[in-house]
């Protein structure tokens, strides 16, 4: 299948699709939404995919929504509408999903590099909020995922004062997990993304786990825990992975 605004490539069990609109920084448009979710149906459908990478062609990984196209309808029906099938899209991928982050994400951009499992940056990437500069509040579940990633007060600073930091500062914050140099950044996500590829079956349930972590008493999520255990152990993945380390060799998992 082809798309208008995104590019679809699998290759080694890895889905990587781009944002490619680079003359508009990759920001969003009605199209661009329909792509992006038609894609990423795409590889949860696909066997062969293993796990999925989101990236961005050009200077920018997604400057959020373009404002040239939001419209004179009700903004908060666009947000219902595209926005937030979306992201949930995303979180409820039963594959792991990497945002390479190759320049500026701001806005819902930045929303969706948080709502990705885990972000390689490259050194020339930064971050901003960027919602109060236009009078506008966050979304794309950007309220959800800053202070669970950074602190309740350190997410009111970046949504407040809506400053532009650079990848470094956005490592240190936890914001993103690695940082690489310009030059390195192509194989820096793609390693981690071929080493997910590899993965078990249960990296899609330890997704689940985490997502239900967020609300859960410890009870429950023993209880979670020791459910998904029995799904995992009860897999080809994880029967194989108990024979390799008992036959003493690296396991060859098939994934979900």
């Not at 080493?195 to 079956?201: E, F, M, N, Q």
């Not at 825990?225 to 390799?244: K, T």
Request: proline letters at 4%; hydrophobic letters at 45%; aromatic letters at 8%.
């Amino acid at each position: 299948m082809t798309y208008e605004t995104v590019l679809y490539e699998v290759s080694g069990g890895v889905a990587v699709i781009t944002l490619n609109r680079p003359d508009r920084l990759n920001g969003f448009t009605r199209q661009m939404h329909a792509d992006l979710r038609a894609a990423l149906q795409a590889a949860a459908d696909d066997p062969a995919v293993r796990t999925v990478v989101l990236t961005g062609a050009g200077r920018a990984f997604c400057a959020g929504q373009d404002l040239e196209e939001i419209g004179q309808g009700p903004v908060g029906d666009l947000v219902r509408e595209r926005y937030n099938p979306l992201i949930l899209a995303i979180r409820r991928l039963d594959k792991p999903v990497l945002a390479a982050v190759n320049g500026v994400a701001a806005g819902a951009g930045m929303s969706l590099a948080l709502a990705c499992d885990l972000r390689v940056a490259s050194e020339r990437a930064s971050f901003t909020t960027a919602f109060v500069r236009v009078g506008l509040v966050a979304d794309s579940g950007m309220s959800f995922f800053l202070p669970r990633l950074v602190g309740s007060g350190k997410a009111a600073e970046l949504l407040f004062l809506s400053e532009r930091i650079d990848a470094h500062q956005a490592l240190a914050l936890g914001l993103v997990n690695r940082v690489a140099p310009e030059g390195e950044f192509p194989a820096a996500w793609r390693e981690w993304a071929e080493r997910l590829a590899r993965g078990p079956a249960a990296l899609g349930y330890m997704k689940q786990l985490l997502a239900r972590s967020a609300h859960a008493t410890l009870e429950e999520q023993l209880e979670h825990e020791a459910w998904f255990q029995g799904l995992a152990a009860g897999s080809a993945d994880g029967q194989e992975g108990v024979r390799a380390f008992v036959e003493k060799r690296e396991p060859r998992f098939r994934g979900p």
